[in-house]
């Protein structure tokens, strides 16, 4: 059989996303549907619902990059240097980059950017669309509703990153606020969608802010985000203004230019695409001074000086009536400008290959980020719009990640990324995402291709050119040579020609396709094995032989990490500041618990000081006497009855809470990367894992005895401040003896199984006592002949209770309580997420 053309595998994987993206539409319906009838499934529905909303965002990252053409990106503070390789790589016979739009031909370096300015968005010189003799020959795609909130939201951060004391100043997020906003826009919800934003829009700002904010995400995570994404779409431009102003502190300023640009959005009838005049990009005197790249001219947002043009949006494939719009709003709203190369390029390469110019970005600006603006001849002398260096910094910043996120270019080339210290961690992450979602997330995956990500030094580099050298700190930041990034030298043109050779053999669009087929794979374990697969039980999905080989294959796993098994018991609770706030926080008729989208970062707390068994609790576990009670100071009234009621009522809806906290924190332990890598477990193998304890928790019936722990008529009169941290012990103590013991201190050691380390006895006995007597003076100093591995005996006994716990689970999988009709519907949706292999 003929190996596939890129053409023809690109028209395949397209076909299997769009499958894959009808397949989550109709599992979003499936679970709305059918967790009515099923507690289970009702436990862990939201959570659910907005893990696959996220894969349908990266289903649809992945058809839009299966489709386009390969491209490679140059990103960077040194715009000469990225002009010093776009001449050197793309330019024609003449040595010049040229374009003929409107009946002129533009010289890109002397007419269009002269100055080498860093622009406020990306662009795209191609070869692959020819210039237009047209009133509107200019092409411009436009950012969207969801973008201007991320670049509102980015830019807040960005600008308590910049100042100590702006960080210091920040306020707190309160519960009870949010509540309250939450509770009056809710009043505002419209029936219909309101056009501009959807759920699915929603859920990729909050991974996006989650990513570059965790921690002042944290108070938004249970209530504002899994209500933002129903309430939102049906919120109008000026609600959801007001509902986002949370985001960057409910500033004036901030949500001011939200409910402009929205409103400017939605005259453009929502289009993603513009034509333009040639007088965008120069004037008559074929200068840029009024156009586009003339970033300073976004400092007359709204004010009487703001030159303005007529454009035409693109609706439904056809070019709609024209709109006149203001330069400062273009320059914000513009994400990309096509350049269309007029000559064939020098490397025949670049007929093929589109190249996108991506601008850097620092926190701090070497020069006045407007030229002009201490000028006597400036326009009215009118003050600068207090945001407009705030909304660029940002805008630049976020472009990057844009086309990340719709993987648009298979190579990036940096020329300077940092500028300052300050620069180092915002662009550092920024490159680390790239790697990690075009090149693979971990070495293993990035093994089977070389570097991506590579620095193209040139003699235009600010190590060179200012004596500085930040670089090297994002480099560390990223990743190691070899793995993450690589190095190309191209100060000369020995260099550019080596370079050329390496994009010659190494920018195909093969290796682009096979890697969007390796996260399609990825997806489709996700969607099968993991979020629906566990909710689907055919037939001899139970059998004890089966269950057997999942046992095996976890061992296999953990087995070899033994080194690290305190770290994984220790992940496998929740911290106990999260349980004391869901305690503080909780109402007695809540709404339907939702357990927060886990961060990238490692941000778990450790629960107590270090014991030797690594679970982090500092609890007697082999202790069968109840528990000390603290004698009260003074004795307490005999409390009423509707006082016992009330008491119970908090405990019980408590005890219910946490527990559907905890089994969606195991089931959120497979996103946080920062685990994985440290742990050294793959992510099937953690899945599997939550699902077998989660599963063995309901049979064992952990909630039951959260219950019977948390309601306790002895505490009445206690206030809840006074409460919340005897009650998250409890809580502690509970969970804690299940994740350490796996529900074997409660069975009779004779039914345990054997022990393989401990040999003649049964797994988790207790120690025996040494028989020697060395008498009450020597026993401190005198040690046994034969110390006894306490530690190892107990990691292996885990991993042997583990294997047990799993072959009992048969019977209790989370499809058990699935009807047969909706089992069958799922089969189907299933059949289309992930069509069996013929």
């Known amino acids: 059989m003929k190996p596939l053309t890129p053409k023809q595998l690109s028209s395949r994987l397209n076909r299997q996303v769009q499958s894959v993206s009808q397949g989550i539409d109709q599992a979003i319906g499936w679970v709305e549907e059918t967790r009515r009838t099923v507690p289970r499934l009702e436990m862990e529905a939201e959570r659910l619902i907005v893990k696959l909303r996220r894969c349908r965002n990266k289903a649809r990252g992945l058809s839009e990059s299966a489709l386009k ?46 100055d080498n300015q860093p622009a406020a968005f990306v662009t795209r010189f191609t070869r692959q669309t020819e210039g237009k003799n047209t009133p509107n020959p200019i092409h411009l795609l436009l950012l969207n509703e969801a973008d201007i909130a991320r670049i509102l939201a980015y830019a807040f951060i960005l600008e308590g990153s910049a100042s100590a004391q ?26 219909e969608p309101v056009p501009g934003l959807n759920g699915d829009d929603v859920v990729a700002l909050w991974d996006y802010l989650v990513r570059h904010d965790a921690r002042r995400q944290k108070p938004l995570e249970r209530k504002f985000w899994p209500l933002a994404v129903e309430l939102a779409p049906h919120l109008s431009l000026d609600d959801r203004a007001n509902l986002f102003s949370i985001l960057w502190g409910e500033q004036a300023d901030y949500t001011a230019l939200y409910r402009h640009f929205a409103h400017t959005l939605a005259h453009l009838s929502g289009a993603h695409k513009v034509l333009a005049p040639i007088s965008l990009l120069v004037d008559d005197a074929l200068l840029p001074d009024s156009g586009l790249f003339n970033t300073h001219l976004f400092e007359r947002l709204n004010s009487p000086s703001d030159l303005s043009t007529q454009v035409r949006p693109m609706v439904n494939g056809r070019a709609a009536k024209g709109v006149e719009l203001s330069m400062a709003e273009m320059i914000m709203l513009v994400a990309e400008i096509q350049i269309p190369l007029l000559s064939p390029p020098k490397e025949t390469l670049f007929e093929q290959v589109d190249v996108l110019d991506f601008p850097g970005f620092s926190l701090y600006e070497d020069a006045p980020l407007f030229p002009d603006e201490d000028s006597p001849d400036r326009p009215l002398r009118i003050k600068p719009h207090p945001l407009s260096r705030a909304l660029l910094r940002a805008k630049r910043a976020y472009l990057l990640e844009r086309y990340t996120d719709n993987q648009e270019m298979s190579l990036l080339m940096v020329c300077t990324a940092a500028a300052s210290k300050a620069d180092v961690r915002h662009v550092g992450r920024a490159l680390e995402h790239w790697v990690r979602h075009t090149q693979g997330e971990n070495p293993h995956v990035r093994s089977r291709r070389k570097p991506g990500l590579i620095w193209a030094v040139t003699r235009h580099d600010r190590r060179f050119t200012h004596g500085q050298n930040h670089d090297e700190a994002v480099q560390r930041y990223v990743g190691t040579p070899g793995d993450a990034w690589g190095t190309m030298l191209a100060m000369d043109k020995r260099g550019i020609n080596r370079m050329a050779a390496w994009l010659e053999a190494e920018v195909r669009r093969d290796v682009k396709l096979g890697r969007v087929g390796e996260q399609l794979n990825e997806l489709q374990r996700e969607l099968s094995d993991n979020l629906l697969g566990s909710w689907y039980q055919p037939a001899g999905a139970d059998d004890p032989a089966r269950k057997q080989r999942i046992a095996e294959s976890m061992l296999k796993a953990l087995q070899t990490r033994t080194g690290v098994h305190g770290e994984l018991l220790e992940r496998l609770l929740p911290s106990r500041d999260e349980l ?56 307490l009234p005999e409390p009423d009855d509707a006082e016992v009621a009330e008491n119970h009522s908090y405990e019980s809806e408590f005890a219910r809470h946490v527990y559907h906290y905890w089994v969606n924190h195991l089931r959120n332990l497979p996103d946080n990367v920062a685990v994985i890598e440290l742990l050294g477990i793959n992510r099937p193998t953690i899945e599997m894992l939550a699902e077998e304890l989660i599963t063995a928790s309901i049979r064992l019936r952990i909630e039951d005895d959260l219950q019977t722990m948390l309601v306790d008529s002895g505490q009445l009169g206690l206030n809840r401040e006074s409460k919340a941290d005897r009650q998250v012990s409890r809580v502690l103590n509970v969970l804690g003896d299940f994740v350490a013991w796996l529900g074997f201190q409660q069975m009779a050691e004779s039914l345990r199984p054997d022990s393989r380390v401990n040999k003649g006895q049964k797994i988790f006995v207790k120690p025996e006592k040494q028989v020697a007597n060395f008498g009450s003076t020597r026993r401190l100093t005198k040690l046994s002949a034969t110390p006894v591995n306490n530690t190892a005996y107990y990691i292996y006994d885990w991993l042997i209770g583990l294997n047990e716990l799993i072959i009992q689970n048969a019977g209790y999988a989370a499809g058990r309580d699935i009807k047969p009709k909706q089992r069958e519907k799922l089969g189907t949706i299933l059949a289309l997420i992930k069509p069996a292999e013929h």
């Open 69 to 114: 053409e390969i491209a490679i990106g140059m990103f960077g503070l040194a715009q000469s240097g990225k002009s010093y390789l776009l001449t050197s790589l793309a330019a024609g016979e003449n040595g010049r980059v040229e374009t003929s739009v409107g009946g002129v031909t533009l010289d890109y370096q002397k007419n269009i950017n002269p």
């Open 166 to 191: 702006a960080t210091a100043t920040l306020p707190e997020l309160d519960e009870q606020h949010i509540t309250d906003h939450l509770k009056t826009l809710s009043l505002h919800r419209q029936q």
């Open 580 to 635: 004391r706030h869901l305690y503080l926080q909780q109402q007695v008729q809540s709404p339907r618990a939702f357990t927060p989208y886990q961060d990238t970062q490692d941000s778990v707390v450790p629960l107590a000081s270090y014991e030797p068994f690594g679970v982090g609790l500092d609890i007697d576990l082999f202790s069968h006497d109840s528990e000390p009670q603290e004698a009260p100071s003074s004795p």
